[in-house]
């Protein structure tokens, strides 16, 4: 495999202590030697060697700076690799960089570090794109979760799969391979059980793919209620910042605010909203519209009252009318009216998930929120095994949706009474459907989808 050297900088730019320069490729090691002189010969592999980094070309000093050295195959790539910690900030980084590109390498792309290291077979598919979500999370749930897809946790699950189907061609083998007056050896109803058990195994790995994909990006959890009735000060609460502008005036917040918070160890895109109400001026109409558009591609929302105030006919309305959506009943401004016990009120609102009683000037009741929206959202992440497998891309769910559907297609042929080779036609196509999910089979296409959402240097 023809290569060229890249190079860039694996740290994010601004000020900072100490920054990251990278290369892989053939050349690294000659680059290395070029810009720092001072070296009789390359480090021995793996070990850090304090340098002085030059400009060839007229020898002034760049940066007094650490260079390891990676021998391939033994390095992230598998190619010779180059690791130079230099001074932070974004001048030195990039002078040496440039350098480096004037020395004889190239510039990398997004994610051709990880893609390099994929096409040489250091790590599957699904480990590469665990390696993007470790860097992109921002949650305790979606960093254990690439910490297992990286182990193989994932990989492991759909390679069994797949040597399970290759266990049911065997067995239809020795199906056809007897005459139809003998006996044959592995009876269809065998045959057609071992499928229904791979369809088992699929079914639990999809089950995880609403939650597994919401760890990505977030789930949404929209503040909605009347006028004054505390969201923007429990938004605020949530946040730990003053993102929102609180006053007594009804009808302060205007428009939807969004923040992505960490609760309870999970994502969420947490919105403060309009109050809903009938209002009578334009800028207010629009914020209660965008609101409502907010409402409806809720995965949870926080429908807050006072504790002071009774229950409306609108709020009624809102539970009764919501689909699907768990409905958290928060009841504000606790400090104000203090619980017998501190127990949370007991409202007859029927149809919410959960109630709870909040004050953001005492913080009672945060913790709950913290504690209970998880276990409304990511369920199944929640109580599943610490190192069950979940599905959190599209591009799993698709290939697994594709390998169920053939295999469920065979075994229904099979159940129909159509000859086993026919029935045999489905199994082939789920096989690669299971090959694409872990990147034995990957086109161009794939792999340059997968490897566009990472950042340069990795």
Known sequence: MEVDTIAAVSTAPGPGAVALVRMSGPESGLILRLLAPGLAALPESRRVTLVDLRD??????????????????ASYTGEDVVEISCHGGVLVPEL??????????????????????????????????????????RSRALHRAALGQLEHGLSARVAALREALVHIEALLVHHIDFPEED???????????????????????????????????????VLAGRPNAGKSSLYNALLGEERAIVTEEPGTTRDALVASVELGGFPFRLVDTAGLREAGERVER?????????????????????????????????VREAAGVPIVWVRTKADLVPAAGGEAVADDLAGVASTLRVSVETGEGLDGIRRVLPGLVYAGVVTASPDAPVLTRSRHRRGLEVARAEIDAFRVALEDGLPAEVAASHLRPAESALEEVLGTISTEAVLDAVFAEFCVGK
């Not at 109803?189 to 760890?215: H, S, Y």
């Not at 965008?290 to 609108?314: F, G, H, I, M, Q």
């Open 56 to 73: 060839p070309e007229d020898g002034e000093l760049l940066d007094r700076a650490l260079a390891t050295f990676y021998a391939g195959p």
């Open 96 to 137: 040496i960089l440039e350098t480096c590109v004037r020395a004889g390498a190239r510039r990398a792309d997004p994610g051709e570090f990880t893609r390099r290291a994929y096409l040489r077979g250091k790590v599957d598919l699904p480990q590469a794109e665990a390696v993007a979500d470790l860097v992109q999370a």
């Open 183 to 221: 006996e044959p050896p592995v009876p269809i109803e065998r045959i057609v059980k071992e499928a229904e058990a791979v369809l088992r195994e699929i079914d639990v790995l999809l089950a995880t793919a609403p939650e597994g994909e919401l760890l990505r990006e977030g789930a949404l959890a």
């Open 286 to 318: 629009i914020g209660i519209e965008v609101t409502r558009r907010y409402l409806e591609r809720a995965d949870v929302v926080l429908l807050c009252c006072p504790c002071d105030a009774k229950v409306s006919e609108e709020e009624r309305a809102f």
